[in-house]
């Protein structure tokens, strides 16, 4: 089995999940008392969100950096940011640590792919859903065209996505205007949606909309396992 190194803390609320996920996968495929070799590096997201709305990624740059500098000389065999967001900055992290980054969108695009849909929404935190790292990696890499709600419905998202979602805090009201904005994608033509955020399956499931559903922090929880067992 291969050692994880996951970059999390970005908010602890999502990286949970991923370390619960992850082991779970691990048990479910190989039985018994197994769990995973996972190393984590979790940061004070106090001091990355007040950087991410000060524009400074030069600094979140070399903070990611040095935190997946930190996992390899402990011993990690990859990397995986646990948050979509970040990600603006994988290509630096897997070039400066000398370690391949398990890219969220990539493994996003392929269960895409899968399940043949060409035409997707998007909903994250505003820097995902309006700059371009995410939406021109898959539509480049993958042929896949991507929609995002309106300004002020990106604004609502980006929102709730910080001052509930990363505070432990889920809404009914939050979740009945998601499901709101996510349906306005469908009626322009999205044939389903991701969940761009590691947070949003807080408040969003399959069950709530009746179009496809793709949870990128359970897909990239999976993917995560299968590059463990790849021995």
Avoid at 189 to 205: D, F, K, S
Wanted: net charge negative; hydrophobic share 40%; with cysteine.
């Amino acid at each position: 089995m291969k050692t994880v190194g996951l970059i999390g803390g970005m908010s602890w609320e999502s990286t949970s999940e991923y370390y619960k996920k992850i082991n779970e996968g691990i048990k479910e495929q190989l039985g018994g008392f197994h769990s995973g070799k996972i190393l984590m590096y979790s940061f004070d997201f106090d001091e990355i969100e007040a950087l991410q709305h000060k524009n400074q990624w030069d600094e979140l740059t070399e903070m990611l950096v040095d935190a997946g500098t930190r996992l390899k000389k402990a011993g990690a065999d990859f990397l995986a940011i646990c948050t979509n967001t970040m990600h603006k900055v994988a290509d630096e992290v897997a070039e400066k640590t000398g370690l391949k980054v398990l890219h969220i969108a990539d493994v996003t695009a392929e269960a895409i792919i899968q399940k043949n849909k060409n035409i997707v929404g998007l909903l994250g935190t505003d820097f995902t859903m309006s700059e371009d790292f995410y939406k021109k990696r898959l539509n480049d890499k993958y042929n896949i065209e991507v929609m995002i709600p309106e300004k002020m419905e990106r604004e609502r998202v980006h929102r709730v996505i910080y001052d509930e979602l990363c505070c432990g805090i889920v809404k009914s009201q939050s979740k009945a205007e998601f499901i709101t904005i996510i349906n306005n994608l469908k009626d322009k033509g999205a044939e389903g949606v991701i969940l761009g955020c590691t947070e949003i399956p807080m408040l969003i499931e399959q069950k709530d909309l009746d179009i496809r559903v793709f949870d990128s922090m359970k897909l990239h929880a999976d993917a995560i396992v299968k590059e463990m067992l790849n021995g």
